[in-house]
């Protein structure tokens, strides 16, 4: 199927990619993971469907998920909305810098059992097949900063 040509622009996140990353916070022990990532257009729509899975390196045992949707929006601009099990919501707004995209969160939304989460910044890029972010977030009472890093390769 033909994307939509408003998809042009941010079409080098397509595809499924599949990966390893590491995590620190100052609150926690550092961890590792496997990941996989899939984003897809909604049909016809000027939208990329967003679903990320994490697992235990070298096992199935699931660690972190989200859903999303990331949304262009004219020539250098993009949204991203987010779901997490954790019971956060995100909604950010991003640059995209030639195939690169800097989001931030315009807005972070809590269920009432959800852990303290203020901030979260995610920077993503793709060069020659490989899909690589960075995440940070203002927790738990603790200033801004690196929460994960992982780099992805592109399998289909
Ligand atoms: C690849 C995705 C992610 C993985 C594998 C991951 C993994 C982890 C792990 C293993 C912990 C420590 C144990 C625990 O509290 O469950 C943790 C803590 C935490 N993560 Fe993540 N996480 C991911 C993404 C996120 C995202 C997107 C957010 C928020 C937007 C987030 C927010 C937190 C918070 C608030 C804590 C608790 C820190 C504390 O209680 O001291 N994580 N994460």
Excluded: C
């Excluded at 989001?103 to 979260?120: D, G, H, N, Q």
């Amino acid at each position: 199927m033909e994307i939509n040509p408003q998809l042009e622009r941010i079409s080098f996140l397509i595809g499924t990619w599949r990966g390893h990353g590491r995590g620190v916070y100052p609150t926690i022990e550092a961890f590792e993971y496997d990941e996989e990532i899939d984003l897809a257009p909604l049909g016809p729509k000027p939208m990329l469907r967003y679903s990320q899975s994490t697992w235990m390196p070298g096992t199935r045992d699931p660690l972190h998920s989200e859903i999303g949707y990331v949304r262009p929006v004219g020539t250098d601009a993009a949204e991203l909305i987010i779901a997490q099990p954790t019971g956060i919501t995100e909604i950010h707004t991003g640059t995209i810098i030639e195939r690169r995209i800097e989001f931030r969160t315009v807005s972070v939304e809590r269920a009432p059992s959800a852990k303290e989460v203020l901030s979260v910044e995610r920077r993503i890029e793709v060069h020659e097949g490989r899909l690589t972010y960075e995440l940070f977030m203002g927790a738990v009472g603790q200033p801004h900063q690196l929460h994960l890093e992982a780099t992805l390769e592109k399998s289909k």
